[in-house]
């Protein structure tokens, strides 16, 4: 099993843009936990960030025939992208969102995800551990 995992923009600058709401790990430490985690279930991850809509769309469109899911956390086009929402759709792979923090308790026009309604399900609020949480879901829906 092979899981494509994405980071949208401004992820890479984990550990220093508002530790207050996205804690103080940084995104290569998010990696590694996740690695790790792989490693324990005997999956294969690939982590990719961009701050490019574009570039997460080409990944998207790219992963099908290539990895079994998705895991995405679409930062702030969660809230704006309907290219990356119709690449999901297209794709035709399981994928599960995540978010560090509690996107339903924050600013209003974080509450809307256009990514939601095409992922087979949303984690958030956990800080790192949504992306871990995430990971174990997606391994528990492929493996069904």
């Known amino acids: 099993m092979?899981?494509?995992?994405?980071?949208?923009p401004n992820l890479n600058m984990l550990g220093t843009r508002e530790p207050e709401i996205y804690?103080?790990?940084t995104l290569d430490d998010?990696?590694?936990?996740?690695?790790?985690?792989?490693?324990d279930l005997g999956i294969e991850i690939e982590c990719f960030q961009?701050?490019?809509e574009g570039r997460l769309?080409?990944?998207?469109?790219?992963?099908?025939g290539l990895f079994d899911g998705i895991l995405i956390n679409p930062a702030a086009y969660t809230h704006t992208s309907v290219a990356i929402r119709d690449a999901i759709a297209a794709a035709a792979l399981p994928a599960v969102e995540v978010h560090l923090s509690n996107i339903h308790s924050r600013?209003?026009?974080?509450?809307?995800?256009?990514i939601a309604p095409m992922a087979i399900g949303q984690i958030c609020g956990?800080?790192?551990?949504?992306?871990?949480?995430?990971?174990?879901?997606i391994f528990n829906h492929i493996k069904k």
């Not at 990696?31 to 490693?39: D, P």
């Not at 600013?107 to 256009?114: D, L, M, N, P, V």
């Open 30 to 39: 998010i990696n590694a936990a996740l690695s790790q985690l792989a490693f």
């Open 50 to 52: 961009t701050n490019s």
């Open 126 to 137: 956990f800080g790192a551990d949504s992306y871990l949480l995430g990971l174990r879901a």
């Open 23 to 25: 804690g103080s790990l």
């Open 107 to 114: 600013e209003k026009f974080r509450t809307k995800s256009y």
């Open 57 to 64: 769309v080409d990944r998207i469109q790219s992963a099908a």
């Open 2 to 8: 092979k899981i494509l995992v994405l980071h949208g």
